[in-house]
C-alpha cells in the first residue's frame, strides 16, 4: 500500500513564495509520474509540474519560470518551489504518484494567494 503526506502550504500574499513537499511510503517502483496538480474552485484539477518516466519535467504554461519541481529519490519525495506567487495560483495542491500498478493522490492542502 503506498500513502502520501504532503506538508507545506498555506496563505501567502502575491509575490511571496512556498514550498510544499509530499512523501511517499510503501512499496514504490515503475513511476510512470510524480508530481503535482492543483483545483481551483469551480475549475478541473490540472497538471502544475510533474517528473515523466525517464526523469522528464513538464510544466503548466502558467507557472514556467515561477514553480520548480524537485525530488529526493532516497527519500521516495517530491518538492514544489512556488515563487512569484499570483492570486491566480490560489487552489488545492495535490501531489500524485502514478505507478504501474497504481494511481496514488495525497490528500491535497489548499493554497491561499492573497493580492
Known amino acids: 500500500q503506498v500513502q502520501l503526506v504532503e506538508s507545506g502550504g498555506g496563505l501567502v500574499q502575491a509575490g511571496g513564495s512556498l514550498r510544499r513537499s509530499c512523501a511517499a511510503s510503501?512499496?514504490?517502483?515503475?513511476?510512470?509520474?510524480m508530481g503535482w496538480y492543483r483545483q481551483a474552485p469551480g475549475k478541473q484539477r490540472e497538471l502544475v509540474a510533474v517528473?515523466?518516466?525517464?526523469?522528464?519535467?513538464a510544466y503548466a504554461d502558467s507557472v514556467k519560470d515561477r514553480f520548480t519541481i524537485s525530488r529526493d529519490n532516497a527519500k521516495n519525495t517530491v518538492y514544489l518551489q512556488m515563487n512569484s506567487l499570483k492570486p491566480e495560483d490560489t487552489a488545492v495542491y495535490y501531489c500524485?504518484?502514478?505507478?504501474?500498478?497504481?494511481?496514488?493522490w495525497g490528500q491535497g492542502t489548499q493554497v491561499t494567494v492573497s493580492s
Open positions: 517528473f515523466t518516466r525517464g526523469g522528464n519535467t
Open positions: 510503501g512499496r514504490i517502483f515503475s513511476v510512470d509520474q
Open positions: 500524485r504518484f502514478a505507478l504501474v500498478y497504481g494511481d496514488y
